[in-house]
């Protein structure tokens, strides 16, 4: 009896399928089964998204560490199923195929050529394939029907023989999976590009495919080490995959309900959905917000995100003062263009996001120098630039874009786009150039001639004082009063030297400091006498200049005199610390500055205080 009952448990264990990854011809999964990858990395089975409408049950694919919060893909997205009594089986007539609880189907595979040895299988990379099992053959796989999101390993793009297209279509709302507004799909006129559509309406585009990335998403770039972005171009398909190299963590790319796309990677760690890459990014991603011939640059947030470029004004400025800038821009200067000659030019604009190729010819074997030329002959021709940017260089191919461009933005490590404009433009542009190149030079020189003034300023105030003091004449006017030198100083600015807190050092301590006054410490001579490094009893080290003795000042003079440098403190300038006046002997003591003083750098450059002692 126990036996019994074991077997039938695990009859019906395995009967269900729970650990498999294959659903062999004549099996099923009902709801509450599930399918499980070889590597457990994903999950079939039945889900709710919505909690308000339980009763509703689709069929999809999951990544299984994050559940049913993050469904890759549903096969019966416009078709839900009313309970969950739904039953997904292996038929040998038209492959996969959802029944619901009346036997109705509700999806299908279509899988053609009826075999009856069909198998389907979830693989680690999130594929639901349906083969023969004899030979291996795909005959079907989820890869080719994407719901909202992409995979790495997925095909992008559209086979240009069967018609088939691999593009995105995004849920209606967060827990409705049925078809929603937008759709994104590569557009294969021109060059390669990615666009968002709205109903009939363009709302994002990612930029024309330059062999690197898509001219507009250049953060591409910043992923190189864990996925590479490749686009294939073949007379019979065009898609672009994304492939993971080892070790990069599973990631995603979603079509959200609101047309946003999402590029999110799974941090294992944290268990959650990191945000790696958004579009539209800012103001500047909507498409074609500035019209034609409008520049769109999210960093002029203080004046106006769009702008013409260079040789275009509004077509409107009224509208476009209301910021309805989609009416776009107008020539200034109509081109020079008849009967194949031209004195038109062509102004390049740097660090762009390429415009929509959709009026574009493309010839990818043309060189940069014929692409010009080819432009130049061709009066519809207003721009054109390199088709791809991988050789390095200007880059190789040609772009050529007729009657208009459109959606073209300012992006990090964007292209040059070349816009034709005429002659006269050249020499317009020309006068305004000068002024900008020369206004910023204009502008350091006359700072670095104020500068340079300045600082002269100070010096020659240093000397003086240093002169005045250290060697100057006498000006004891005999009367004991006190002298101001150098400065239109106010009395009562110099006034109280009871206020002048300035150490007296004794002749003693400064002998000490100075070993003596010995030429080791001797830092340098001028014309005022000798300076010397000093080490007071504190361990301060100091800069002692000693005057020489041909000067012959009073006492009280030369107090004066200390006390009208120390009122000249400045941060800029070497501090006095105090002074010592012993019979003939006239000492000043400054703070010991080890690089030496601001001054001789600067001056080293200027050849202003060349003479002066910098040691
Ligand atoms: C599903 O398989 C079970 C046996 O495992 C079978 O009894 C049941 O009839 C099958 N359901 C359908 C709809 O094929
Ligand atoms: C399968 O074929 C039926 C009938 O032709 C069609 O209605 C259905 O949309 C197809 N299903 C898929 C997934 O293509
Ligand atoms: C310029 O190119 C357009 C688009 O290919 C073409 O239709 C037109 O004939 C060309 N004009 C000249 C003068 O070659």
């Keep these: 009896m126990v036996f019994a009952m074991l077997l039938l448990l695990f009859l019906g264990a395995s009967g269900a399928g729970i650990s498999s990854d294959t659903l062999n011809k004549g099996g099923n999964i009902t709801d509450g089964e599930t399918l499980l990858s070889a590597g457990g990395s994903f999950t079939l089975g039945f889900f709710s998204p919505s909690t308000t409408v339980p009763t509703k049950r689709y069929l999809g694919i999951w990544f299984t560490a994050s ?29 996969l195929r959802l029944l619901d609880g009346s036997g109705q189907t509700a999806w299908s595979s279509n899988t053609t050529g009826a075999s009856a040895s069909w198998a389907a299988q979830l693989l680690e990379s999130g594929n639901l394939v349906v083969r023969e099992q004899s030979s291996n053959a795909s005959l079907w796989q989820s890869f080719d029907h994407p719901s909202n999101t992409l995979l790495p390993g997925m095909r992008f793009g559209r086979n240009l023989k069967t018609g088939l297209e691999w593009s995105l279509t995004s ?5 409705d999976p049925a078809t929603g507004d937008y759709r994104r799909v590569m557009d294969t006129r021109g060059l390669p590009d990615i666009f968002t559509w709205q109903g009939s309406a363009k709302n994002y585009r990612a930029g024309p495919w330059n062999g690197r990335w898509f001219s507009g998403i250049t953060e591409i770039a910043s992923y190189s080490g864990m996925f590479s972005v490749q686009v294939f171009v073949s007379p019979d398909e065009i898609f672009y995959v994304v492939t993971a190299m080892p070790g990069a963590p599973f990631s995603r790319l979603v079509l959200n309900d609101d047309g ?16 790696w890459l958004r579009s539209p990014r800012d103001f500047c991603d909507n498409y074609a917000e500035c019209g034609t011939f409008g520049l769109c640059n999210s960093a002029t947030a203080s004046t106006q995100f769009c702008r013409c470029i260079d040789g275009f004004s509004p077509a409107s400025p009224s509208q476009w003062s209301m910021r309805e800038t989609s009416g776009g821009c107008r020539r200034h200067t109509p081109l ?12 390049v604009l740097g660090g762009v996001k390429l415009p929509d190729t959709d009026n574009a010819l493309v010839d990818m074997s043309a060189t940069l120098a014929q692409c010009r030329a080819r432009c130049l002959a061709n009066c519809s021709c207003v721009a054109y630039a390199p088709a791809d940017i991988r050789g390095g260089g200007g880059g190789s191919g040609c772009v050529m874009w007729m009657d208009d461009i459109v959606d073209v933005r300012y992006v990090d490590r964007g292209q040059d786009l070349y816009v034709r404009l005429a002659k006269s433009e050249f020499a317009a542009r020309k006068k305004r150039g000068v002024v900008k190149i020369l206004a910023p030079v204009v502008a350091s020189v006359l700072a670095l001639m104020v500068t340079a003034m300045y600082l002269v300023w100070i010096c020659k105030l240093r000397d003086y004082t240093n002169t005045t003091l250290l060697q100057g004449p006498s000006r004891n006017n005999g009367s004991g009063k006190k002298v101001m030198i150098g400065l239109e100083s ?24 100075t070993n003596n006054f010995s030429d080791g410490n001797m830092l340098g001579r001028g014309g005022f006498g000798k300076v010397y490094k000093g080490m007071l009893p504190n361990n301060r080290e100091v800069a002692i200049k000693r ?7 009073g006492a009280e003079e030369f107090r004066n005199e200390v006390v009208l440098i120390a009122k000249l403190q400045h941060r800029n300038l070497v501090r006095l610390l105090g002074y010592c006046i012993q019979g003939d002997e006239r000492l000043l003591i400054y703070e010991y500055l080890p690089n030496k003083s601001l001054d001789c750098f600067i001056f080293v450059l200027l050849y202003v205080c060349t003479n002066r002692s910098c040691k």
């Design 336 to 347: 020079d263009c008849s009967k194949g000659t031209t004195t038109d030019g062509f102004m």
């Design 260 to 275: 946003s796309v999402q590029r999110l990677a799974w941090d294992p760690a944290t268990q959650i959905w990191n945000v």
């Design 490 to 513: 106010t009395s009562n600015e110099l006034g109280d030297e009871e206020d002048l807190e300035l150490p007296f050092l004794s002749f003693r301590d400064v002998v000490s400091a």
């Design 67 to 95: 559940g049913t919060g993050a469904v890759l893909w549903v096969a019966n997205r416009d078709t839900p199923l009313n309970s969950s009594s739904g039953v997904l089986v292996m038929s040998s007539r038209v492959g």
């Design 171 to 175: 849920w209606r709302s967060k827990d």
């Design 547 to 553: 005057l020489g003795k041909g000067s012959r000042q």
